[in-house]
């Protein structure tokens, strides 16, 4: 079987790779790019583990084939801190215990920085919804929607805020 040339941009820095046809986006990443973050729960799509960003939509990157990242942007968990440090979210999920094990961590937090970045005053039930492709079987998910709402507040301060109550689920989180 021939390998794929596959040029694509990975938390914004360029990548030239070979790969097979049938491998997925999330080997990609882990196995020919190092990036281990990005971690491999279900290998279905069922539970959001390996969630990453593809061109700014959040995709499940075992159910992505490599060669489908052909000049595309790809986001993962690597590229959410900055050089100043810990984004904002990954400092709330660290501040308010929202994580146990780990493994679903890497695709709440690239989800929840999804969130925020589209809808900054999301209600709870927003926030529930656009993490809803994101299983967890340790914390539940009240520590996580908090870290989302403290995150929130933090990126956004103001005095009077309120999380807002309109319907924002027409913008749908995953592709």
């Known amino acids: 079987m021939s390998r794929l040339h596959v040029t694509t941009s990975v938390n914004g820095v360029a990548h030239e790779v070979l790969c097979d046809p049938g491998q997925t986006l999330l080997e990609l990443l882990r196995d020919e790019l190092g990036l281990i973050g990005t ?3 279900c290998g279905t799509g069922d539970c959001g583990a390996c969630t990453v960003t593809l061109d700014d939509r959040l995709v499940c990157s075992c159910l992505v084939l490599a060669p489908e990242a ?28 929202a994580l146990q094990c780990g ?4 695709g709440l ?19 529930r919804y656009w993490l809803a492709g994101n299983l967890c079987r340790c914390t539940g998910y009240d520590k996580v929607v908090r870290a989302v709402q403290a995150a929130a507040l933090e990126m956004n301060p103001s ?17």
């Open 159 to 175: 005095e009077d805020r309120v999380f807002c109550q309109a319907s924002t689920r027409s913008q749908e989180p995953r592709q």
């Open 70 to 97: 052909e000049g595309r942007r790809i986001g993962t968990i690597e590229g959410v801190a900055g050089p100043e440090g810990l984004h904002v979210v990954q400092r709330k999920f660290l501040e308010l215990a």
């Open 109 to 127: 937090i690239v989800a929840a920085k999804s969130l925020l970045e589209r809808i900054p005053d999301p209600d709870e039930s927003t926030i």
């Open 103 to 106: 493994v679903c961590t890497p």
């Open 39 to 41: 971690k491999e729960g």
